[in-house]
């Protein structure tokens, strides 16, 4: 019997962020951030405007450094990477173009940095969807959706196992979400790391398969969506008062909603039932009763409104 | 070590925008103001003589000084951009040892300065050569003046650029490093002359002179070599205050 060999695992990389700070001055922007980013799935970095997440990925990109902590890709900081370009695509800046230069120029110099033929310039080009036509005009004339495509297009130059992106999706037409939300996915499933922090949590929510939500430089939250977003589980059932009963008695919180319907929290989907099958209650549905990951999010970075000068006089 | 895919990146940078254009147009618009100089204008006293001698020719065609301080504005341009274009994330994403990194592009930008100081003396001479049978005069610059002045400003616009290059990646920007640029080249050798009045010969100005083979005040040799450690200098500082802040 002849063995084939076995085709080459892919390298992963698992991002690490080891209790970072950043100080600016006074100004504590990331303060003992710790989470992890795993490989195989799409991981959305969330929080408020001047919540630190853009920091946060420069320090991972070694373009910042850690007043405290360290950040790792795949055990080792970025500059001790042994090809650095070719591990980690990076959208960061919306505007990191020289207006002047075209859009195939910018491109041909990040690949000439990185020992890419030019072919790969024309290649990247066309999969984030910029015309020939558009590659030779000056990225001054580009419009926010057009740079978002360029600048995807320098971080997929050389194929690389990791990308870090910044707000990605902004300026995106529906189209280009789209194929953005396509892109991300099937790098994932083939064991790729995604970070991507958004502000349109709507797309985020149709995107990630986990989320780190960040507010004043402090993690609120990370974990998978699906468990952080379901927040009980909806039951209706002939037979509601019984497997109430029996729910209560084993440790889960039960509310009747209708005269055949439950609310359980604290049991998930597999557990309940399991216990409608243990005392033989029929079941008409059992399905999750989900927040949006906007009101997650809203919740985790609510602040009590501050009180205005005139409201202090006022009062 | 600088990889030649890093260093071809760099002056791809360099020649991928218009600013060697606009700075190509100074160097026409100063080598026809030669021209038309040589061919209608005169000393005080109404005669040529600024023109009658090969000595007098040489003087008049040497670039150096001017190359210094058109490539310097140019390497304070270039440099700065980078920050306030962000395009210095991509170099330092690309090239995370920042010191290489800063190599390739002085280098880049050094090499940009001496293609404007050699077109900038070749284009002077060119005019100034075209202008002289309008005159009773001959063009009487030997062929190793002619060569001297062109390596001369050759030199000169590399260190200029790399100078220029060094204040903008300190200053981080544009307004500002032309400002220091300025500063550095004009405004502060006077006043370190004044301080000091044995460092006369060493002043940039100076250098440029001496190296085109006009003036005498040091040798050649050293001249050529105290216009490099003029760039040398600015660009150890810019990589010293590179290695210590945040790129972004």
């Known amino acids: ?315 | 070590m600088i990889s030649t895919n890093l260093l071809r990146s760099e002056l791809r940078k360099v020649a991928t925008t218009n600013m060697p254009l606009a700075f190509l147009a100074v160097l026409v618009v100063l080598a026809v103001t030669n021209g038309v100089a040589v061919a209608i204008g005169t000393d005080m006293d109404g005669s040529k003589t600024f023109i009658s001698t090969g000595f007098d020719q040489q003087s008049l065609v040497a670039f150096a000084a001017n190359a210094l301080m058109i490539a310097g504005l140019f390497g304070a341009i270039a440099a700065a951009r980078e920050y306030a274009n962000n395009t210095v994330i991509a170099t330092y994403l690309n090239t995370p040892n920042r010191p290489r990194a800063l190599g390739a592009q002085f280098t880049a930008i050094g090499v940009g300065g001496a293609v404007l100081g050699l077109v900038g003396s070749a284009l002077t001479i060119g005019a100034v050569a075209l202008s002289l049978p309008l005159t009773d005069y001959g063009f009487m610059v030997s062929a190793g003046g002619v060569v001297q002045v062109i390596a001369a400003s050759a030199w000169a616009g590399a260190a200029g650029a790399v100078l220029g290059a060094g204040i903008g990646t300190i200053v981080r920007n544009t307004g500002g490093a032309v400002a220091g640029t300025v500063l550095a080249l004009i405004i502060a050798p006077p006043l370190i002359v004044q301080l000091a009045s044995g460092s006369a010969p060493w002043i940039p100005g100076t250098l440029a002179v001496v190296a085109s083979g006009i003036a005498d005040h040091t040798s050649d040799i050293a001249a050529v070599a105290a216009l490099g450690a003029w760039a040398i200098v600015p660009a150890i500082a810019a990589v010293w205050s590179v290695q210590r802040r945040d790129v972004v």
């Open chain 1, 1 to 315: 019997m002849a063995f084939l060999p076995r085709p080459p695992t892919p390298p992963q990389f698992q991002l690490v962020f080891d209790n970072v700070t950043k100080r600016y001055g006074d100004h504590t922007v990331v303060d003992g951030l710790s989470f992890t980013v795993e490989p195989g799935r799409v991981t959305g970095f969330l929080g408020p405007n001047g919540s630190g997440k853009s920091t946060t990925m420069k320090m991972l990109l070694d373009l910042a450094s850690a007043d405290h902590g360290k950040t790792t890709i795949g055990g080792r900081r970025y500059r001790d990477l042994p090809d650095p370009a070719g591990t980690v695509g990076v959208v960061l800046e919306p505007n990191a173009f020289h207006p002047g230069r075209s859009g195939r120029n910018h491109l041909r110099i990040l690949a000439q940095a990185v020992g890419q033929p030019t072919e790969r310039v024309d290649e990247t080009l066309a999969e984030v969807g910029l015309s020939p036509e558009a590659a030779r005009r000056r990225v001054g004339t580009y419009s926010l959706g057009m740079k978002q495509r360029l600048s995807l297009a320098g971080a997929l130059l050389v194929d690389p196992p990791v990308l870090v992106l910044d707000e990605p999706a902004n300026g995106l037409d529906p189209q280009g979400i789209r194929e953005l939300r396509d892109l991300l996915r099937g790098r994932a499933a083939r064991g790729h790391t995604v970070l991507v922090s958004s502000h349109l949590l709507a797309e985020v929510q149709h995107l990630v398969d986990d989320i780190v939500v960040i507010d004043e430089g402090r993690l609120m939250t990370t974990g998978p969506i699906a468990s952080l977003t379901q927040s009980a589980a909806v039951v209706r059932t002939p037979d509601a008062q019984r497997l109430s009963d029996h729910l209560i008695a084993a440790g889960a919180d039960v509310e009747s909603a209708a005269s055949e319907a439950l609310v359980v929290t604290g049991f998930d989907l597999d557990q309940i039932g399991e216990a409608a099958h243990s005392i033989g209650v029929v079941l008409h549905e059992l399905s999750s009763q989900t927040d949006s990951l906007e009101e997650l999010f809203l919740a985790l970075t609510a602040h009590p409104p501050a009180q205005s000068p005139k409201e202090s006089v006022l009062s």
